[in-house]
């Protein structure tokens, strides 16, 4: 009989970063331990397993640490081959990991920490900025359920646990609408789609809880 393999996450229940790991390992079907981290206090365990940036998602593997969200999800699909998320195309695989980068770098800095520290002529200007970034996720996605075509994808789960399930929630939390239904209506389709995955839902951090939780890192970053 095979050794029951190690498989552990520390993570953060409103970080898309860590989130999105889940969402993998549910699509997977990997079983998993997850250690809930704090944001605040930090344990001894997460600032030894990543000394240099002290931040979740942490994946440890059969003793093997592996740091980076996206890092971890490309470890995660070359190891565990069941269910594929990143595509096999390699110009459809370059194509979601340019996209990921562009959510996880200029749309999260548009989007909420530029956004955190503006008044509300400046916040008015990075929605329409962030508006122009996401829609060219808006045009990718357009004649698929899925960034991954019918299933849950790589795009998806970062795009997903970012977007919808994160940074819609700061916008709600300042009373801003930067996504609209008429305005987005294959992004809209697509959160709708999304929803009704189980392993994806299953991640979803509970709303209210997480818009006073974006409203604090906003206060976070404004004051730092």
Request: glycine letters at 6%; a negative charge; charged letters at 30%.
């Amino acid at each position: 009989m095979a050794e029951k393999e190690e498989v552990k996450l520390l993570g953060i229940w409103a970080s898309p970063f860590s989130r999105r790991i889940e969402m993998a390992l549910k699509l997977k079907g990997i079983p998993y331990d997850y250690v809930e981290e704090i944001l605040e206090h930090k344990s001894p365990l997460l600032l030894a397993l990543n000394p240099i940036h002290k931040k979740v998602p942490v994946l440890v593997h059969n003793g093997k640490t592996i740091l980076e969200s996206q890092v971890i999800l490309e470890y995660i699909d070359e190891t565990w081959k069941q269910s594929p998320i990143l595509p096999q195309d390699p110009y459809e695989r370059s194509k979601a990991r340019f996209l990921a980068k562009l959510v996880d770098e200029q749309i999260i800095t548009a989007g909420f920490v530029s956004m955190a520290r503006a008044d509300e002529k400046g916040r008015e200007a990075l929605a329409e900025q962030t508006r122009e970034l996401i829609m060219n996720l808006e045009k990718e996605l357009v004649g698929k359920d899925f960034f991954g075509g019918k299933s849950v994808g790589f795009l998806d789960l970062v795009a997903g646990s970012m977007i919808p399930f994160c940074l819609e929630r700061g916008w709600e939390g300042i009373g801003l609408k930067v996504i609209t239904e008429e305005k987005f209506p294959e992004y809209s389709r697509w959160v709708k789609n999304l929803e009704k995955v189980e392993a994806v839902k299953d991640c979803i951090p509970p709303r209210e809880k997480h818009v006073e939780h974006m409203n604090y890192m906003g206060e976070r970053i404004r004051s730092a």
